[in-house]
């Protein structure tokens, strides 16, 4: 009875066994370029399953035991656009894959520079484009780190300047409107960019306009326009694990030696994206750690970032974002001396700011049947709060007292905008924001404000190849009455006109004007702070807002991702807002309308995409795919003409340098490895707060090798190969020497 | 041929900025500095609350004091200065150079608050002592900072009672305005 029962068991698994073998079939295939040479060392993934293979020397793949349904086959390669294909599964099965190269895909679509999708070459104003692959080749660690590498844009610490437009105050009075999917995220406080917030490792896009962008986005984007676009939920069910780990080089000079313990680094992260019915979701979990490579500066973070879309009716999409970062940081504030640089005053190892931020936003986008009416709809808000123990000084019996500052800041706006295309020659887009701060700080006071805005822009193209551009905004922000403060109504209207000639089909001439104005922040309004033996900042409710006057003209060649451009522009600024120390005490300051200010230069940058010229042929075993190489050179004069006037002489503005050069390459070798390497010179800059300390050009090259297989990547890196020793802002040195392994996997 | 061009050009353009530094690592520790120590005559004044040893190039000629002359500084701690002490050491970090007039200097609250209408502003009422020729004390004296020479290292002789009197003060005294001399 016993055998009999094993004999049916048996028999019942080995039929199982039959049936089951007998459901699953086997796909095969060839993976071309598009002119039907086999690629070696695609990726081919079948989502959702696990299962996937790389292609050999001939291009070819092969994936067993996929049982009968339908699949969605996605194939990547470096230097080639990724493409998905469903396929439905009821045999045996070839399939071939062309890829396009990235060389030839048409030029880059962006949607920043007149708040409406065009093509790059149709805007009046000079833009740059970082792609996600750019940032991914080179394993950024934030936002700010990639910001350093495009064309025209300096870092001075956290604080963004486009074409010299911005100083250094402590992040305080951004003139560069910074958005995520074009959403302000900007501080209600002191309108700061909190880059550590940000979500690199879901950049799909990075737009930056160079040019005074008032008269479409108001007083924040009176010195340029940064969008972050985030990337879309994936249409497959993937997961992704990544981790990194880093170490920081000796200092260069054992004077500098602060520390006996190694100094390190790690990030860990998990995101994972799928479609639940209608809704694609994004959601991903950072944890970061810096022991960082000088004194009262290591930092831990923790990051949520979540994204959901779906489609609504037959060309609508809703979307919903949140971005929740908190984070724990030593706030070393300057260097004890240049004798001991890396190192803080012994008083001051234990100042700390504890801060939290959120961003979340709704927004609403559609369009009419034919396209000709397009609309959108945009709600959001800025959380933001952090207090800071800081060194105050010392009691009667040699005890240290410290300080707590604290801010909460909220800043909720909504936004509407209306494009409309009458003809195919005529585009006119309309729109309205409306936005509230709100702000409880032991440092500013308890503040509120709320303004609006309403803008109007035409773009016409009745006199092809000419397209001109017209628009106007009109702002206004109203700081409420307190105790002491009698309450203040700012408001300008900006206009701007621009026109693009397309000599032919690669090539334009450019060239647009407007006119900026930034109403002063909270911050620079009603700042009072004292940081023990640095910084006395006092309040300055009587700052008026400053305007400026943009001009700027250029070239343009774009063919496919060949690119050469090169611009001209003069900006005049009158009151601007600067922090000015008192000359009496060196480290009393206070915001002021001390400058009528000229930036004044010239820019040029050029891409080549050498795959063609370089290509050794890839499916013979060639050493090398595609070189690409991105040179961008910026000369700026930015003057003081309010004491140059008085003076007779060239006063130039702190924290500009005149020169910048970069050189950003990359290449890709064998069949999986990729290597770049980006340089970056700048001329030293003048220092704001102590005239007599030295500063040195900043000469920077970072080297990334990258090794793809399969669905796993690993990436080796030397940031500041050079260890060189430069400084951004007075008394602290720019990130020496770090080495770096980073390591992902998708599944 | 081609692919040789452009690999040599990178090559080349990748080599002339690694030769450009030169081995050299930009900013470094600024090896010299100026050591000494202040001896204090008479009581302190019970309003000082702060105090500060000052290096410039030269002492003033014309009737203003600019933050551009300050070439470096110390600044007594305030657990030394709770406790008035009779001598200070100090040790400022120097840039190569010649200077000519070191000087201490004893503020009280009177002399940062910059009111117009303040009746007691920053002067010479605030400096406490200079560093004198030891040979001539009748005249200031002269620091020189540079590789090679050994660390300097000086003595000041600060007097509270009788008053100090400064070598050659030029008359009252005036400060720069931020608002004409700004950057």
Redesign the interface.
Known sequence: MKNKSLLIISLFLVLALIAFAETTYRVSGKITDEKGKGLPGANIVVVGTGKGASTNLSGEFTISDLPSGTYQFTVSMIGYETTSQDVTLVADQAITFSLLPKAYQSQPVVVTASRTRQRLQDSSVSTSVVEAEQIAERNFLSADEAMRFVGGVSMNDSQISIRNSTGFAYGTGSRVLVMVDGVPISSGDTGEIKWDALPIGQIEQLEVVKSAGSALYGSEAMGGVVNIITRKPDEGATYKISSEFGVWDKP??E??EWSDKTRTFHRVGIEHTRHIKDWGLLLSLEQKRDDSYVQASNFSRGQVFGKATRKVGESGTLSLMANVAYEDRGTGVEWE?????LSVDPNKTDDRTWSTKVQVNAQYSGSSKGGRQLWSVKAHTNYYSWISRLYA??D?E?NNIDDMHNSISAKTGIDGQLTFVPRDDHRFTTGAEFNVISIDANIFGKRDGFGGAIFVQDEINTFNPLVATIGLRGDVFHVNASDEYHGETYGNINPKIGAVYHITDDIALRSNFGTGYRMPTMSELFTEIKVA?ILDVNPNPNLRAEQAYSAEGGFSWISGSQLFDFAVFSNWYKDMIEP???????TYVQF?N?QDAHIYGAETSMRWN?GE??E?GGGEGGI?HR?D?NFSYLFTKAI?TT?SE?QGET?YL?YRPEHTLM?I?SVNYWKHGSLA?D?R?KSKPLL?LY??D????Q?V?DVTNRFTYDRWTLQLKVSNL??????EIDRN?APIRRFSAHFSVNF | M??KI??ST?AI??GM??L??NCD???????Q?LVGEVIFNGEWPESATMAFIVVTHEKPSELIL???L??GYY?I???DL?ARPDTIHFEI?M?SGIYNWVFIAVLDDAA?D?APDNPNP?GWRNLAGEYRDPENPSRLGSVEIGEGIPQQHIRIMASFDPPYQGVGNPGSFR?????????
Do not use: C, H
């Open positions: 260069a000079y004077q500098w001396s240049q004798r001991k640089a000084g010392q009667s040699g033996g000015q120390p008192d000359e009496r005490i060196g002021k001390i050498m010229l370089v050794m090398l070189a190489f003081n004491d008085k006063v702190p050189l390459t390497i340089t010179w704001g005239d007599n030295p500063t040195v050009d000469r090259i050079l260890n060189w020793n430069y400084i040195i | 081609k692919r452009w690999l990178f353009i990748v900025f690694l450009g530094n690592y930009g900013i470094k520790p600024d090896a500095s600019d933050q551009n300050l070439k600044q701690p305030d657990y709770l970090e840039n940062v910059f920053l400060l720069v305005d931020t608002q004409e001399g700004g950057r």
